[in-house]
């Protein structure tokens, strides 16, 4: 399995700056990517960026330019960067990543999630 290990959610006022760090492991996988989903109160899952281990970025249009998503895939770590934090970013963050078994024969990716970390943003 891939363990996923979040952390940096917090309060943040309005207007206020958060960085939220992701960092896998799993010795008999190999990482393809890794990226951040949130869910908003009444809302459902939805992305928000992603980095694969090739360097490409991905990212949900209505967030592109409030979030950077960076991070050292040798290390198999990713971080995001929320800048301008406004009361509708407020949510569970999670990690997600896509992984190889490199002990089946014929490998195909695989998903893991971490267990989310609460950004509050206050007014």
């Known amino acids: 399995q891939v363990q996923l290990a979040e952390s940096g959610g917090g309060f943040v006022q309005v207007g206020g700056s958060l960085r939220l760090s992701c960092a896998a492991s799993g010795s008999m996988f190999s990482i393809l990517g890794m990226g951040w989903y949130r869910q908003t109160p009444g809302n459902q899952r939805e992305f928000v960026a992603a980095l694969d281990s090739r360097g490409g970025t991905n990212y949900n249009d209505a967030l592109k330019g409030r979030f950077t998503i960076s991070g050292d895939s040798a290390k198999n770590t990713r971080y995001l960067q929320m800048n301008t934090l406004k009361p509708e970013d407020t949510g569970v963050y999670y990690c997600?990543?896509?992984?190889?078994?490199?002990?089946?024969?014929?490998?195909?990716?695989?998903?893991?999630w971490g267990q989310g970390t609460q950004v509050t943003v206050s007014s």
């Open positions: 997600a990543a896509e992984a190889l078994d490199r002990r089946e024969p014929d490998p195909s990716p695989k998903e893991f």
